[in-house]
């Protein structure tokens, strides 16, 4: 691993620890709301203030950006030269960040967050390559009759195939195995 990669990986997990640590301080306790809706936008706000101050602590420029979609919080993060750093290789460091965002919310809130994080359009991108898979997979195993399995996958990946392989008549999936190992079985329908 090159040293400049070592370096940025050292910086990143030094800023993480920081910006957890302020967290709590900055933000102050905040109240519950009442209805879920409200509970979202809460998650995200409290995510926006730990990402900033996260990509301050790194010297990274970014643009935060927060919705609600589909039951849940999202929060992106786009517009920064350093940004492919935080997603890391195949989204690596993105899941942990996320994981990390998550907790965050979850210590403010006093609830689980299930709140999604993209960062430089990795995961929207990624969603594209993967229904494509999804699809594509899904005829393969209607023509050829055969179980198409594919690579293991996290959660956020085996959905979207799952959910991909849904619009396709005919066919079914599920996943199989133990994490880190699980994957997306596709085959036709009996």
Known sequence: MSETLQAAETDVEDAVEDAADDTTE????????????????????????????????LDYDGDIDLDVEAGRAIVSID???DLDKLVGQRGTVLESLQEL???AVQQETGVRSRLMLDIAQWRAGRRAELADLGRASAE????????????PMTPFERKVVHDAVATVDGVQSESEGEEPQRRVVIFARA
């Open 140 to 151: 393969k195993a209607l023509s050829s009759g055969e179980r198409v399995r594919l690579h």
């Open 79 to 81: 517009g920064g030269e």
């Open 26 to 57: 900055d933000t102050g306790a905040r109240g519950r709301s009442g209805s879920s809706e409200d509970l979202l936008v809460q998650e995200g706000d409290i995510a926006g203030d730990y990402l900033e101050r996260l990509l301050d602590l």
């Open 101 to 103: 965002t998550r907790l």
